[in-house]
């Protein structure tokens, strides 16, 4: 069975900072693309961020932000624990949403094919 579950969504105020963790079982970790997508009421699911699988590296290899979030936030992963985080810094009350955490396989020429997703942490930046 693979599980994707997130943690560490909560309730903060305008230019605060939160960590959501998403730790994965029943896959090979260390093998697979991980990102972040988020979707706020009314609106699409959207890229946040991605990371790759970076081989045999403990921390991944390259990363992809949206425009949105580059420069305040930041995905990482550690291949040892099976887990990826997302750092967020000054959040913003647009950046409310339900963060889902998601793995998949890179696919050469292309972007990550998404095969599992989490069941979503909630975020809410009050002004």
């Known amino acids: 069975q693979v599980q994707l579950l997130e943690s560490g969504g909560a309730l903060v105020q305008s230019g605060g900072s939160l960590r959501l963790s998403c730790t994965s079982s029943?896959?090979?970790?260390?093998?697979?693309?991980m990102g972040w997508y988020r979707q706020a009421p009314g609106k699409e699911r959207e890229l946040v961020a991605e990371?790759?699988?970076?081989?045999?590296?403990?921390?991944?290899?390259?990363?992809n932000y949206a425009d949105s979030v580059a420069g305040r936030f930041i995905i990482s992963r550690d291949n040892t624990k099976n887990t990826v985080y997302l750092h967020m810094n000054d959040l913003q009350p647009e950046d409310t949403a339900v963060y889902y955490c998601?793995?998949?396989?890179?696919?050469?020429?292309?972007?990550?094919?998404?095969?599992?997703w989490g069941q979503g942490t909630q975020v809410t930046v009050s002004p």
């Open positions: 990371i790759n699988s970076g081989g045999s590296l403990r921390y991944g290899g390259s990363t």
């Open positions: 998601n793995a998949g396989l890179q696919v050469p020429g292309k972007g990550n094919e998404i095969l599992y």
């Open positions: 029943g896959i090979i970790f260390s093998l697979h693309a």
